[in-house]
């Protein structure tokens, strides 16, 4: 079973950075996708970001896109995600998520999609 484990939340001021990291193991598809979303309380999951694994074509969310970078460590198996510039409402559980590519070149937004999730890490922005 494909098990995906989240770290790296925290509480950080506004204007603060973090990094979360999603490790990935035993993964049985030869191309895929991570993403991470986030659900804030009293909110719907959201997509912040993905990656594909093999070709790194990543994709944003507009509210992000201009702070945030996803990036895949081959070393340690995992997606990070760094988040620059946050503000209060980026306070939510932060997910992790992986589904297979097949035929496709831009990872899905959609969380519907996603086979594999993770159990969530918190992060919290002061302001």
């Known amino acids: 079973q494909v098990q995906l484990v989240e770290s790296g939340g925290g509480l950080v001021r506004t204007g603060g950075s973090l990094r979360l990291s999603c490790a990935v193991s035993r993964m049985p598809f030869a191309s895929y996708a991570v993403a991470w979303f986030r659900r804030a309380p009293g909110k719907e999951r959201e997509f912040v970001a993905a990656?594909?694994?093999?070709?790194?074509?990543?994709k944003y969310s507009d509210d992000v896109k201009e702070r945030f970078t996803i990036s895949r460590d081959f070393i340690d198996n995992a997606v990070s995600l760094q988040m620059n510039s946050l503000k209060p409402e980026d306070t939510a559980d932060y997910l992790c998520?992986?589904?297979?590519?097949?035929?496709?070149?831009?990872?899905?937004?959609?969380?519907?999609?996603?086979?594999?999730w993770g159990q969530g890490t918190q992060v919290t922005v002061s302001s």
């Open positions: 998520a992986a589904a297979p590519m097949v035929s496709k070149v831009i990872p899905e937004t959609r969380a519907e999609k996603y086979d594999y």
């Open positions: 990656v594909s694994w093999n070709s790194g074509v990543d």
